[in-house]
């Protein structure tokens, strides 16, 4: 069904699924975020909920848990909005489709047909085969925006790999054997942020090297992802972070003899096949948002083979005069978002090729 101007209501309380979604970010993945708002016959909110933790419950779930005991009443004859069809298989939860079936819901806003194939618009058949109306497509692109990375893993079998890099304002993104900052306390926050909504973060041997970086979120809530360092020849040694075995590390490279809890050498990961097979290794480990950290060689790479989703400059209003060449922005990267933050500007690119072909 297209958008007209009739729909509006159905794109305001779409909206709030969305924004409900959204705080499931970076505790969900491999799942998507998903919300739903459950709206009463005469057109009230009486229940709201997202998906809050993989494994946990949907986002439908919470939203009929959430009404109050004297609105329980309203729940058959109501409308369901949500921004994902309702999952129709048995997966670490029983099927949405079936509690929307049980709870005499009447009526069933969704934004984006669910790509996994254990679902695929079986579920949407399955409420219209019970006398639910269902509306489908409604901000459809939003919605695909929402959950870029779930579409990508989804139908590419991929993670969702995003680039990222401070640079001064004239181009320069650090000097070779010398740490130095270029980015403001306030953008370095924000980059953990990244961070804690990313499931893996890696770096090349250069930035190894030249930063002794630890790779993990310390400057906002939430989780540390897997980090992960380029060592091919295993030059590293223990004075380096990504060698404290502290949290869940891959180095790629040659195995070092030690009682290693959370580190794993991958040795055959490098060369030509360094970026298929990290990404491979990834998807197989459940790994859906990779951000790359640097350095321009390691992006360069992923620039190469046209291997990213995202590019995010952060861009101090300072110059550097010499140093290491921040790569060239590609043809294909248009730009989605422009911010300040104090004397960084952020920009945010997306890979103008589709992710998911809408239907
Ligand atoms: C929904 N509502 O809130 C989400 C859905 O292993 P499970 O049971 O958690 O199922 C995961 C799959 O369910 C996921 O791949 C996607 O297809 C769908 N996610 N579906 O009805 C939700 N998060
Ligand atoms: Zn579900």
Do not use: W
């Given at each position: 069904m297209t958008q007209n101007s009739s729909l509006i209501p159905y794109s305001s309380f779409l909206n709030r699924c969305f924004q409900l979604a959204k705080i499931g970010a970076g505790s969900v993945s491999p799942n998507p975020m998903v919300g739903a708002v459950l709206v009463s016959?005469?057109?009230?909110?009486i229940g709201e909920g997202w998906?809050?933790?993989?494994?946990e419950a949907h986002a439908e779930v919470n939203a009929v848990k959430s009404v109050k005991p004297e609105n329980?009443?309203?729940?058959?004859?109501s409308t369901l909005y949500c921004?994902?069809?309702?999952?129709?298989h048995f997966g670490?939860?029983?099927?949405c489709v079936d509690l929307v079936l049980e709870q005499k819901i009447a009526r069933v806003v969704i934004s984006n047909t669910d790509p996994n194939p254990l679902t695929a618009g079986k579920s949407i058949q399955k409420m219209r085969a019970a006398g639910i109306e269902v509306i489908t497509g409604i901000l459809e692109k939003e919605g695909q925006d929402l959950n870029r990375p779930f579409f990508k893993w989804i139908t590419e079998k991929k993670p969702y790999v995003i680039l990222k890099w401070a640079q001064t304002r004239d181009n320069f993104i650090g000097k070779t054997g010398e740490k130095i900052g270029i980015s403001e306390k306030n953008t370095l926050r924000l980059v953990h942020r990244w961070r804690s909504e990313s499931d893996a973060i890696f770096v090349g041997t250069g930035t190894i090297f030249n930063d002794n970086p630890?790779?993990?979120?310390?400057?906002?809530f939430g989780k540390n992802p897997l980090r992960i360092g380029l060592d091919v020849r295993g030059k590293?040694?223990?004075?380096?972070?990504?060698?404290?075995?502290?949290k869940e590390t891959w180095i790629l490279g040659k195995p070092k003899i030690g009682d290693w809890k959370n580190t794993k050498f991958?040795?055959?990961?490098?060369?030509?096949?360094l970026i298929p097979k990290l990404l491979q290794e990834l998807f197989l480990a459940k790994k859906q948002i990779l951000l790359v950290e640097g350095g321009a060689n390691i992006h360069h790479q992923f620039l190469e083979k046209n291997e990213w989703d995202e590019i995010r400059i952060l861009q101090?209003?300072?110059?550097?005069?010499?140093g290491v060449a921040a790569s060239k922005l590609p043809e294909n990267a248009v730009l989605v978002e422009k911010f300040q933050l104090g004397n960084d500007t952020i920009y945010m690119y997306q890979n103008s090729a589709p992710i998911f072909k809408i239907q």
């Open positions: 016959e005469n057109g009230k909110i998906h809050k933790k993989y494994g329980q009443r309203l729940i058959a004859g921004s994902l069809e309702p999952c129709f670490k939860t029983p099927p630890r790779l993990d979120n310390r400057l906002f590293m040694d223990f004075h380096h972070a990504l060698l404290d075995d502290k991958l040795p055959t990961v490098h060369g030509k096949q101090n209003d300072s110059d550097l005069l010499a």
